[in-house]
């Protein structure tokens, strides 16, 4: 395969670091303080605490909504955080030697997971925002830009997607990395998530359209080796493919988990033929997972597979039954994690996936009421909603035992919602608060790993002109080699 030097050139080890400290937004968090300005020292002081093993912070008199069963929910409580660990959970901890965070009027949750996000499309954010077809939405990205994407444009798409994702609240992405054209595409997309603080699973995958060099599934081994040889860190690895055994077979044979895209009859005999082989199993996750018979259902949940739903995508696109198998899920005995997909036609934020799940699920029960079903579901409550965008996202994940909850021996992720904001106050209802009210810029402090990413409502460490530029350079550059004349008021999104 023949390539554009100027445009496609694989870079080597020491560019890609070069490149990768040119655009960062998100690395460095703050190292000077202005006089007088206490948000900056504050936030200091809070970098240092958690730069140490036993460094501490306190989130002091917050509602705690826990997410597990045996801490429960707390009306006024604290977390303590050492390292990057939630290492109690109570009503006024009596705590020494600790930095405080004051989060009286605040809910304290879970970090949101998204179970399933193309990250490396963030420079494409709301540039088809009418597409009602899958069609549609590969016109914008698999069959234009997609196509023209050097290294350095994965690095600033999956920037811009995961600094969006910490400061709406979304510790934790699944980023199925479907553009992965060469070695170094695959290498800038990985820096970009940990540049930027989230907690981050790279499914690595090949591009749906256009030249690329075919080195994945291969390089599977390489990139574990260099970017994962740890099991302690924030970001891992998975493979992102179809129901191909042999990639299967290899992505097992290096302990990685397997994410597929999956909906509809034709794919669910392909699914039903693998199960038949004992090839289903808790290291799968499935996204989307529309439209499928009762067979399938039985085989995902016979085989412990996790499943993620797309409320907004599934409705956008008209993908699976035209709309999010949320109740196939439960009607199968399968709790299922939310994703949002992409951003190409809406927004980062799962507040609106849950309220989408919430409003379809129970537009879903009533008509089957309505349509003479004998046993209709009952309607999902606000709780069963964040479940799916904390507990089981987590589970999707394959990180239960690191995130999800807020329980001690856990790694803090932690999001603290302000409730005195004009348009929450009065809360009345600690988890109606969140999931039917709340949005991103009620979020006050996003904790990862026990990092404070965001605080009193503002990013850390994200340079906000150099993340623009990043942004623009790139966006620039893709609409310059695709020929795409942008227009902001464009009904349908189209090239020439």
């Excluded at 050139?9 to 070069?18: A, D, M, V, W």
């Excluded at 605080?455 to 966006?475: H, I």
Aim: proline share 3%; charged share 20%; net charge neutral.
């Amino acid at each position: 395969m023949k390539r554009d030097s100027s445009d496609q050139k694989t870079l080597s080890r020491r560019g890609l670091i070069k490149a990768s400290a040119a655009v960062a937004a998100g690395a460095g968090f703050v190292t000077s303080v202005e006089p007088g300005d206490a948000w900056a020292a504050t936030t200091k002081k809070l970098v240092q605490a958690a730069s140490t093993p036993k460094g501490r912070i306190l989130l002091k008199g917050g509602t705690i909504i826990s997410m597990d069963a045996k801490v429960g929910d707390i009306a006024k409580g604290d977390i303590l955080i050492e390292g990057k660990k939630i290492v109690a959970v109570g009503g006024d901890l009596k705590v020494s030697n600790a930095q405080v965070i004051d989060a009286s009027n605040a809910i304290l949750i879970p970090g949101f997971v998204d179970a399933h996000r193309h990250s490396w499309e963030g420079q494409l954010r709301r540039i088809n925002p009418n597409a009602a077809t899958l069609d549609a939405y590969s016109a914008a990205t698999h069959l234009s830009f997609a196509k023209s994407y050097r290294p350095e444009d994965m690095y600033a798409g999956n920037m811009i997607t995961a600094l969006g994702c910490i400061d709406s609240g979304i510790t934790c992405i699944i980023d199925n990395s479907h553009n992965s054209r060469t070695k170094a595409h695959s290498d800038m997309a990985i820096r970009a998530l940990m540049d930027s603080g989230i907690r981050g699973v790279h499914a690595a995958g090949g591009p749906q359209a256009g030249d690329w060099d075919h080195q994945l599934p291969g390089d599977l081994a390489r990139l574990q080796k260099q970017f994962f040889s740890s099991t302690d860190q924030l970001t891992t690895l998975r493979i992102f493919a179809g129901p191909v055994r042999e990639q299967w077979a290899l992505a097992r044979s290096l302990g990685l988990r397997i994410t597929m895209e999956f909906q509809g009859q034709a794919m669910a005999k392909i699914i039903d033929g693998l199960a038949a082989e004992n090839l289903l199993g808790p290291d799968v996750t499935f996204n989307h997972a529309g439209n499928l018979p009762e067979s399938t259902w039985a085989n995902i949940k016979n085989a412990s597979v996790t499943v993620d739903v797309c409320p907004r995508s599934d409705a956008q696109y008209g993908l699976g039954a035209g709309f999010c198998a949320y109740q196939n899920a439960l009607d199968h005995g399968v709790k299922p994690g939310f994703s949002v997909d992409n951003e190409t036609s809406y927004s980062t934020d799962m507040f609106m996936e849950m309220r989408t799940a919430l409003y379809i699920q129970r537009a879903v029960a009533t008509n089957r009421k309505l349509n003479g079903d004998a046993n209709p579901p009952a309607a999902v409550t606000v709780r069963d909603v964040l479940e799916c965008a904390t507990v089981n996202g987590a589970a999707c994940a394959g990180l239960s035992d690191k995130i999800g909850t807020l329980s001690p021996g856990k790694e803090a992720d932690i999001v603290m919602i302000r409730t005195d904001e004009i348009n929450l106050y009065p809360s009345n209802n600690a988890i109606g608060t969140v999931v039917a009210a709340a949005d991103r810029s009620n979020i006050d402090t996003v904790i990862i790993g026990g990092r404070v990413r965001k605080f009193r409502g503002k990013m850390v460490g994200v340079d906000m002109a150099r993340f623009r530029k990043m942004a623009d350079d790139s966006r620039h550059y893709l609409f310059e080699k695709t020929g795409y004349k942008p227009d902001i008021f464009a009904e349908q999104f189209k090239i020439g």
